[in-house]
Structure formats: C-alpha cells, structure tokens
C-alpha cells in the first residue's frame, strides 16, 4: 500500500507529508512489535470517529502536533496480546496492555521518525473503554489494520497545524 497515493484521505504538503511518514513509521513499527502478519486497507478522511469498546489516545508534539488514536474489539487486543506475551489477557491486564501496546508502537513511531531529522514527543497513553463519540481530532486520516488471526484495530491519525496536545 502507497499511503501518498490515496490523495483523498491524505494532502502531500508540508505539514501533511511528514503525517504520511508517521502512517508509514506507525505500520513499520507494528510490524516489528506484533508477531503477526497484517494487511492494511487504503487510509481515508472521516469527520466522525466511534469508539466502540476500547482506544487509546497518544499525543503527538514536536515538529508536528496531532493525536494517534486506535480502537479496536477487546478480543482483538485479547488476541494480539495472547501472540505477543503467551496467555490470554482480561480485566486489569487487559487494560494495561492496550496502553502498553500503544506507547510501544507510538514510542517506536516516534523514533523512526527521528531518524530523519523530526523531532517529535509522544504523551502518555489514555486508555478509553466502552462506547463514546470522539470530538476534537482534526484533519483525520483512518486506517484499517488486520492482523492474521485477531482481528482488526483502527488507527486514526490527527493532524494540527500547529499548538500543544
């Protein structure tokens, strides 16, 4: 998948072209943190966002400010967590880890991002359960991400122009 040429989900200037390399830092770092293969459907813009069981929400500061927010199925998390760590997680466990596999694959992001020069800081994860509406993100850009066998999380990348998250 070319992020940059799906040009209805994602603009190729400036500030929107260094989010474009933070989609593909964020695929690259998935796929060296989860051991499963994934498949990625084409991003797109969405002015409304859905969380339906649980999210965690990262800010994204630095050279380039926005959120990265994925939400996904409790199993789905269950299953990548049960891959990663060798047993299935619930409850408090289950809550930690969707945090922790955020600020892995946000913290590695980040890094990768720094490799070419971009300075950017990651907050620490807010880890959301249960159904609620999602206000405030700004330029949007969602993607879909499958991994074999547990299902798929969607990560949405919000874009400002410019202040603090």
């Known amino acids: ?3 940059k040429s ?3 989900a994602i603009e ?3 500030a ?3 989010s474009d390399e933070l989609l593909q830092d964020i695929l690259q770092a998935l796929r060296q943190i989860v051991p499963l293969p994934l498949t990625v459907a084409d991003p797109r813009a969405e ?35 049960e891959t990663m760590f060798g047993m299935r997680l619930a409850g408090e ?3 930690s880890f969707v945090g922790e596999l955020a600020n892995m694959v946000a913290g590695q992001a980040a890094t990768l991002v720094a490799g070419r020069g971009c300075r950017i800081d990651i907050t620490p ?31 949405i990348i919000s874009r400002d ?4 998250v």
Do not use: C
Not at 48 to 75: F, H, S
Not at 132 to 143: F, T
């Open 161 to 164: 122009t410019e202040g603090k």
């Open 16 to 18: 929107e072209e260094r």
């Open 1 to 3: 998948m070319n992020i």
């Open 6 to 8: 799906n040009m209805s």
């Open 47 to 81: 002015d409304e966002e859905w969380q339906e069981e649980w999210g965690v929400l990262i800010g994204v500061t630095g050279d380039m400010y926005g959120r990265v927010v994925i939400l996904g199925e409790g199993d789905v998390f269950g299953h990548l967590g």
């Open 125 to 155: 994860p807010t880890v959301i359960a249960g159904r609620m509406h999602i206000y405030g993100l700004n330029n949007v850009v969602r993607m879909s991400v499958a991994f074999e066998g547990a299902g798929a999380l969607q990560f």
């Open 12 to 14: 190729k200037s400036g």
């Open 93 to 95: 466990m289950l809550h």
